[in-house]
C-alpha cells in the first residue's frame, strides 16, 4: 500500500504546480489585455516594503530557532531540533509573512 501512494502525491503535485503556472499566465496576460501595467511604483513600493519586512522577521526567527536549539539541547536537555524541520519552519514562515505584509501595505494606503 506504501508503493501506491508516493507515485500518486507526486502526480498531484505536478498537477497542481502545472494548474497554478497556467493560471498566473493566464491572469498576466487578461491583465495586459486589459491595459493594466504589471508593475507600477506603488506596487513595486510594496513589494520591497514587504520583502524588508519578510527578511527581518525570518532573521529574527531564525536566530530564536538557533537560540532555542542551543538553550534547549544544553541547559534543558531537550532534543535537538532536525533540520528539515527548520528548514519547513522557517519557509512557512516567510512566505506568511510576505503574504500579510503585502496585504497590510496594499490595504493601507498612502506608503
Keep these: 500500500m506504501s508503493d501506491f501512494v508516493w507515485p500518486t502525491i507526486l502526480i498531484a503535485n505536478a498537477v497542481i504546480v502545472v494548474l497554478v503556472a497556467v493560471l498566473a499566465l493566464w491572469m498576466i496576460h487578461r491583465n495586459k489585455k486589459s491595459g493594466y501595467p504589471t508593475h507600477d511604483e506603488r506596487t513595486l513600493k510594496i ?5 524588508i519586512g519578510t527578511y527581518y522577521i525570518t532573521l529574527v ?7 532555542f536549539n542551543i538553550f534547549g539541547t544544553e541547559f534543558l536537555d531537550w532534543p535537538q531540533l532536525e ?3 527548520a528548514i519547513i519552519a522557517i519557509m512557512l514562515v516567510m512566505g506568511i509573512s510576505n503574504a500579510l505584509l503585502s496585504w497590510y501595505y496594499s490595504r493601507k494606503g498612502d506608503l
Design 83 to 85: 533540520a528539515g524541520w
Design 61 to 67: 526567527f531564525m536566530v530564536s530557532l538557533t537560540l
Design 47 to 51: 513589494s520591497g516594503r514587504a520583502a
